[in-house]
């Protein structure tokens, strides 16, 4: 399973960024899918995640501005990140769980600096 991210970037305070990620090669459901985040000098964190049943959770931090979907016909997830603050500046990172393994995509700067 090979899993690829886009979509980050630099944006102002307040802006909005859409994240997508995209498991490729032999996926077979049921699985989950995440989005994590590293900020220089921290800890890595959960942001959002995404069950095969839709279900979803997300850390406090972000509650009311990120949403996280999926197409699953296109074995793909988004985060759509809204009203983004400076301290959301991190590398951001899919997984990708199921019982074939675990997967990680190689991650995506997002900057939020005016």
């Known amino acids: 399973v090979q899993v690829v991210e886009s979509g980050g970037g630099l944006v102002q305070p307040g802006g909005s960024l859409t994240l997508s990620c995209t498991a490729s090669g032999s996926v077979f459901s049921p699985y989950t899918m995440g989005w994590y985040r590293q900020a220089p000098g921290k800890q890595r964190e959960l942001v959002a995640g995404?069950?095969?049943?839709?279900?979803?959770n997300y850390v406090d931090s972000v509650k009311g501005r990120f949403t996280i979907s999926r197409d699953s016909a296109k074995n793909t997830v988004y985060l759509q990140m809204n009203r983004l603050k400076p301290e959301d500046t991190a590398v951001y990172s899919c997984r990708f769980t199921s019982l074939q393994g675990d997967f990680w995509g190689q991650g995506t700067q997002v900057t939020v600096s005016s």
């Open positions: 995404i069950s095969s049943g839709d279900n979803t």
